[in-house]
């Protein structure tokens, strides 16, 4: 069985875990809109945290990161100056630092992110939604305009959001065998990542979309348990943006390419109004506590 996940952070490489336990063929797509250019070199979080994940490397209680890293740089740097927020691991850096010398010696985002999962031991195929930059930018209800990194880390995700861009979107395409992925797989998924700024860019992108509406077998987990996300700020986003925050209102979001959307147990009142926008819905446990409780999930959605 071949199947396509559309994924994010730690929501999406949690789900990854689960499906790279099952005989699937598995590609991830993942998002690329939080990338940042940070101490000279190119920051992939989401790709990253999914590499880790999936390599077994990663902080798990963090979310982000490798285990047991070690921040000697950083802290050098500090000490020199630098602004030093954006904590990058030292371990953390040699992947970035690896990823930047491919790109400047002409590799694509696709190749580099090829070689370093290879060289991490990690067999799911994952392809980043682009090679083109596309970065998100987060317009705040006091008239600032933050990168993503900035309002997330730095500002602790605090400043009210009043709008989110994603610069570059308009000129990127998909990278080469995104499409094909979507188009060949039995089933997509879209992981429980946050629907505005993870899915949101991957979406965002053309032909994306259409290619989703035209598959017949589309299944998205909700990020959103009994009105709030398990991580991240994904429940601020879409109250910032006039959804309404609860499964529903995702499910409206992703309603005209989800053909299933699977909610939690806690959210089981909101079968109907899910079913009334044309999609089936499955309650199931979608909180993703460990291994077995990420294969669970991801068996029932084959
Ligand atoms: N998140 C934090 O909350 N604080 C950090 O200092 C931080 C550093 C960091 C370094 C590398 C990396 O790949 C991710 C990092 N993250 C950090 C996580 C990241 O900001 C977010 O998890 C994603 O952008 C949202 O998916």
């Known amino acids: 069985m071949k199947v396509t996940a559309l994924a994010g ?39 990253d945290i999914c590499t880790y994940w999936l390599a077994g490397l990663a902080d798990t209680e963090r979310g982000w990161g490798l285990q047991d890293d070690s921040f000697e740089v950083i802290d050098a740097l500090g000490k020199l100056g630098v602004e030093d927020w954006f904590r990058l691991g030292d371990r953390d850096f040699a992947t970035c630092l690896r990823r930047t010398d491919l ?18 031991g990690v ?16 317009g705040t209800t006091d008239g600032r305009t933050l990168d993503f990194q900035e309002y997330f880390v730095k500002h602790r995700c605090e400043p009210g959001v009043a709008e989110v861009r994603f610069a570059g979107i308009a000129d ?3 990278a080469p065998g995104v499409i094909e992925s979507i188009r060949s797989a039995d089933l997509v998924v879209i992981c429980p990542s946050n629907p505005v700024v993870s899915i949101g860019p991957i979406l965002a992108l053309p032909e994306i979309r259409e290619t989703l509406i035209e598959h017949p077998r589309v299944a998205g987990v909700s990020p959103i348990i009994a009105g709030a996300a398990l991580k991240g700020p994904a429940a601020e986003m879409l109250g910032a943006q006039g959804e309404e925050v609860s499964a529903a209102g995702v499910a409206k979001l992703y309603s005209d390419l989800l053909d299933v959307f699977v909610v939690d147990l806690a959210d089981r009142d909101h079968t109907h109004a899910i079913e009334e926008l044309g999609i089936d819905v499955r309650v199931t446990d979608t909180v993703m506590t460990d291994a077995a409780a990420s294969l669970r999930l991801a068996s029932s959605l084959l």
Do not use: W
């Open 172 to 174: 990127a395409k998909p």
């Open 123 to 138: 067999q799911m195929a994952l392809i980043p939604m682009s090679d083109d930059p596309v970065r998100t930018r987060i």
């Open 103 to 120: 790109l400047a010696s002409g590799e694509t985002l696709t190749g580099a992110t090829e070689l370093i999962r290879r060289a991490l």
């Open 9 to 47: 952070g730690v929501g999406g490489a949690k789900l990854l875990i689960g499906l790279d336990q099952l005989e699937a063929d598995t590609t991830a797509i993942i998002n690329t809109a939080d990338d940042a250019e940070m101490y000279g070199v190119h920051v992939c979080p989401d790709i």
